[in-house]
């Protein structure tokens, strides 16, 4: 179908819309709450910008709060575990003195009292140096790069939903090395490839993107779930689709898909010998200890700029 | 002023609905137009064409909801000038953007060869949108009825910008295999 064919579809379309049932316009116009508007028609919405901030950030800066709070409890709770046991290492210190002091004065042995406490005190000091040391709080920025505001595919696109997903990712990230440490993973030490941290953060000009999260059961040869960014651009018939796959431990083999390469031998040629005919398919894989993170180009696009986004991913 | 009131005014031949109709709905009407047209001058000549519009259709019309009808007169009056204005013309703007999205639909190829008239399609529309849940059916319509861009939509229902994105490419999809299935020709 040409492009000529397309757009007067396009236009047939919105013109029918023209006749959509006044019931749904008014459920529409209900649900929006009827905002005022001024006199050039603009919506005027008190507050705009503080409430699309606390709409679009509110989640992360809660977050952020919370790991506030719950770290200065706990470094409080630290301090005063310390401090009591320092205390009792003192008092016990002095005690065990008292009975040496017993014992030796029993022996003959004296000991001044400034000795016993700064002995005491020495004691209490070696203590305190074998304490563990206080795991540093994520920053707030840290917890807002951890939880980009993904899209999740599936039939619901309510809001909690979503958080779930925001929930999910909010934790402490290593943005150098694009790792996640889970939650409860301090004392596991099991880190896992943060797929997020491979989106690219440079898009070519007047893309649009979508963002959605893919559970590929039926796949056999891929793996079973991927981050996929769908990007389109409005002056033209161009897309072309990411996918960011986790791929374990498990080197990917050649027949996986057309052409891939590793980080250190990807560069701006290669892009432009995948995307010589307009159209190309092509993976980057990307190896962080002991596991590979593949990341997909499916579609067409100006090799300059397909490969300004590709070497913006720097996870 | 109430709806009831104006529109007894019009029935009444009393040139003072139309000035009543500008106070209760100029604002409104106005935001339709521009947000197809971008344009203040443009915008405001549809907005005033769409008084003469319902001042010749009132009587023997006497709309259930004075809004709806004023707003679509405004819709259909603004593309029709957005489209004598860029025919073919590709250019910047938001109803570019609205157009190819709504291209996305176009079935890829029907099993038959029937053609749908304009009307057929409006009702094929009207029971597509009646399968899709409320908080899609609302995204989609401000999207493609009042063709809010995607900030406004997030802004009037709370949602993030993706989300609001992720809904409508899914709705284009079920609409897409809704008119295939259909056997809707475009």
Known sequence: ?315 | MKDTEILDLYWARNESAITETQAAYGNYCYSIAFHILHGKEDSEECVNDTWMRAWNAIPPARPARLSLFLGTITRNLSFDRWKQKNAMKRGSGEMEATLDELAECIPDKSNTEEIVAQKELERQINLFLGTLKEKERNIFLRRYWYAEEYGEIADRYGLNLNTVKTTLFRVRGKLKAYLEQEGVVL
């Not at chain 1, 028609?41 to 503080?50: R, T, Y």
């Not at chain 1, 997903?165 to 943060?194: I, L, W």
């Not at chain 1, 390469?261 to 290669?270: I, T």
């Open chain 1, 1 to 315: 179908m040409s492009e000529r064919e397309k757009r007067e579809g396009a236009m047939r379309i919105f013109e029918a819309l023209s006749g959509v049932d006044e019931q749904y316009l008014e459920v529409c116009e209900r649900e929006a709450g009827g905002q005022a508007a001024d006199s050039r028609g603009k919506k005027v919405i008190p507050f705009a910008g503080l409430a699309r901030f606390s709409r679009k950030y509110g989640k992360f800066v809660a977050a952020a709060l919370v790991f506030g709070v719950v770290g200065a409890g706990y470094l409080g709770m630290h301090s005063l575990r310390m401090g009591k046991e320092a205390s009792m290492s003192t008092n016990m210190a002095i005690a065990d003195q008292e009975v040496q002091q017993a014992e030796g004065q029993s022996n003959g042995m004296a000991y001044s009292s400034g000795m016993l406490q700064g002995e005491a005190a020495a004691k209490a000091d070696s203590s305190v140096e074998e304490m563990p040391e206080a795991v540093p709080e994520p920053t707030w920025e840290a917890a807002l790069e951890a939880a980009p505001e993904v899209a999740v595919s599936g039939d619901s696109s309510d809001e909690s939903m979503l958080k779930d997903n925001v929930q999910d990712q909010v934790n402490s990230v290593d943005r150098n090395a694009g790792v996640v440490q889970s939650s409860n993973s301090r004392n596991q030490e099991k880190t896992v490839p943060d797929v997020y941290a491979y989106v690219p953060k440079v898009w070519p000009r007047g893309c649009v993107t979508e963002q959605q999260w893919i559970a590929n059961k039926e796949a056999q040869s891929e793996s079973s779930q991927y981050l996929e960014v769908s990007g389109s651009y409005p002056d033209r018939q161009e897309t072309f689709t990411l996918r960011i796959m986790d791929l374990g431990e498990q080197m990917p083999g050649a027949d996986r898909i057309g052409k891939t390469y590793m980080e250190a031998e990807f560069d701006e040629s290669c892009v432009a010998k995948e995307l010589a005919s307009g159209a190309g398919d092509f993976g980057v894989i990307y190896q962080r200890g002991e596991h590979y993170v593949l990341v997909r180009f499916i579609g067409s696009g100006d090799a300059k700029e397909v490969w300004e986004m590709m070497a913006s991913i720097r996870p």
